[in-house]
C-alpha cells in the first residue's frame, strides 16, 4: 500500500483521540456515541428519510471509499447522492462550513480505529482502487 493510504488508515492515538471529541461534537447526536446509529436505520420513516446508519462495523460506512465520505461529509449526503443519480433522500447534512478537511478526516480516523482490521482493510482498498488516496 502506498505510504500516504497506510499514514491515513494508521493514524495515531492523539489522531484518533481529535477526531472522537469532533464526533462526540459533531456526529454522536445522530450516529450515536458508540457509533451504534439510530434504532432501525435499514427502515424510512413516513416522509421516506432513514434513520441515522451506525458507523461501526455493523453498518455500511466502511463500503464507501475515503472521497466518496469526505464528500458526503462535506456536502451533505443529498448533494451527493444527486450528482450519482441516485434516487434517495438524504438527512445528512453537509459540515463543509464547520469543519476544515483536517477535521473531517480526523473524524473518519476515529470511526475506522474502531473497525476490526479486515473491515479496515476492506475499506482501504475500496479507497485505493477508487483512487482516494
Same mark, same amino acid.
Given at each position: 500500500m502506498?505510504?500516504?493510504a497506510?499514514?491515513?488508515?494508521? &493514524?495515531?492515538e492523539?489522531?484518533?483521540g481529535?477526531? $472522537?471529541?469532533?464526533?462526540?461534537?459533531? /456526529?454522536? &447526536? /445522530?450516529?450515536?456515541?458508540?457509533?451504534?446509529?439510530?434504532? @432501525?436505520?435499514r427502515?424510512?420513516?413516513? @416522509?421516506?428519510?432513514?434513520?441515522?446508519?451506525?458507523h461501526?462495523?455493523?453498518?455500511?460506512t466502511?463500503?464507501?471509499?475515503? &472521497?466518496m465520505?469526505?464528500?458526503?461529509?462535506? $456536502?451533505?449526503?443529498?448533494?451527493?447522492?444527486?450528482?450519482?443519480?441516485?434516487?434517495f433522500?438524504?438527512?445528512m447534512?453537509g459540515?463543509?462550513?464547520v469543519?476544515?478537511?483536517?477535521?473531517?478526516? &480526523?473524524?473518519?480516523?476515529?470511526i475506522k480505529?474502531?473497525?476490526?482490521?479486515?473491515? $479496515?482493510?476492506?475499506q482501504?482498498? $475500496?479507497?485505493i482502487?477508487a483512487?482516494?488516496?
Amino acid at each position: 500500500m502506498p505510504l500516504p493510504a497506510a499514514a491515513f488508515l494508521h &493514524a495515531s492515538e492523539t489522531d484518533t483521540g481529535a477526531g $472522537r471529541e469532533l464526533y462526540v461534537e459533531h /456526529c454522536a &447526536a /445522530c450516529h450515536g456515541a458508540d457509533l451504534e446509529g439510530q434504532p @432501525n436505520w435499514r427502515s424510512s420513516d413516513a @416522509n421516506g428519510l432513514y434513520p441515522a446508519p451506525p458507523h461501526d462495523e455493523t453498518g455500511h460506512t466502511w463500503h464507501h471509499d475515503d &472521497a466518496m465520505l469526505i464528500d458526503y461529509i462535506t $456536502r451533505g449526503g443529498q448533494a451527493v447522492l444527486d450528482d450519482m443519480d441516485v434516487t434517495f433522500t438524504s438527512g445528512m447534512p453537509g459540515f463543509g462550513s464547520v469543519l476544515d478537511q483536517s477535521e473531517i478526516e &480526523a473524524i473518519l480516523d476515529y470511526i475506522k480505529s474502531t473497525w476490526p482490521q479486515h473491515i $479496515r482493510d476492506a475499506q482501504a482498498q $475500496r479507497s485505493i482502487a477508487a483512487g482516494a488516496d
